[in-house]
């Protein structure tokens, strides 16, 4: 089989096209044909060494999967040979990736592909769709009627965590930076979009809440955005984080007794804790799509496997328009 290997941390350069023996599914592992994977900033900073979170070379990256069930190990009874599946199967640590056209993965961290998306759609989902869910469903416990703020909601994770707080019956406001990325964020439910490089704080906090903030913060974003946020936020309110690694000014959480909660999708896999979770997590997700009420946006560029470095590249450049996706047997 045909894989995309790293033997060494650093730029687009250190994939190398290989050929492997296709592996065996060990107990309670699935092999996958895969059929796309996408690529999540994550995956460049591992592939650059920015974060020590590579697995042992030569080393398979990118945990976003979609593909066909081809084989299953002794003690899997959840799957079988022919099944549709996605998931986020790891390209960190001691568990391998999604750049070749067969991988290995836990069982339990996989679920059935929703039947509403197509593979490149399901392949785009895992990473970003469990870090909102988290964030907003088991973190914030979102409730219909709530305003929700996402700070960068046509971003990566931002843009599903826009259906996700909509399709909780909250209501939604997007931060943008521009009117295309505003168009995209109403089209995926939106009631309401900031452009926050022309409207302060203080201008949107009481234009949309008369002055009294958001009940849930989620922040895409991070840096300023996330002063931002406090800022932002109703007394009592929750804020989520997912790019946290700044120094910031802890005053406003305590002047209006705010929880700040930060979430990091690829802990189990780091720190330990129970990779079932993803699973469950993911099967929920799935729910969510085939009743249309969550749909990745894709970037419209297209990448073969061997063209794994230019997507990358793309995600470094900031230019991409939707989630990237490699595509491996579609």
Known sequence: MKAMLINRCGGVDVFEEATLTRPHPGPNEVRIRVMATSVNPIDCK?????????????????????????????GVTSFAAGDAVFGLIGGLRSHQGALAEYVLADAR??????????????????????????????????????????????????????????????????????????????????????????EPVASYVARLTGGRGFDVVFDSVGGA????????????????????????????LHGKGLTLSVVFSLSPFVHGGS???????????????????LRPHI???TFSLTQVADAHRLVESG??????????GV
């Open 46 to 74: 591992i592939r650059a060494g920015a974060v020590p979170l590579s697995p042992a070379f030569p080393a398979l990256l990118q945990g976003d999967v979609a593909g066909i069930v081809d084989a299953v190990g002794d």
């Open 109 to 198: 961290l996989l679920a059935r592909k929703p039947d509403a998306l197509d593979m490149v759609e399901a392949a785009a989902l895992p990473v970003v769709a469990l870090t909102a869910w988290e964030g907003l469903i088991e973190r914030a416990r979102v409730s219909p009627g709530q305003g929700v703020l996402v700070q960068g909601g046509a971003g990566g994770v931002g843009h599903i965590a826009v259906q996700i707080a909509r399709a909780a019956g909250c209501r939604v406001t997007a931060t943008v930076s521009g009117k295309e990325k505003g168009r995209l964020a109403r089209r995926l439910g939106a009631d309401e979009v900031v452009y926050y490089r022309d």
């Open 225 to 252: 955005s996330l002063d931002a946020s406090f800022a932002a936020a109703a007394p009592g309110a929750q804020v989520v984080a997912i790019a946290a690694r700044s120094t910031h000014d802890l005053s406003p």
């Open 275 to 293: 990779l079932a979770r993803v699973g469950e997590r993911l099967a929920r997700i799935a729910q969510l799509a085939d009743a249309g009420l």
């Open 299 to 301: 970037d419209p560029h």
């Open 319 to 328: 230019g991409a328009e939707g989630k990237v996706v490699v595509r491996v």
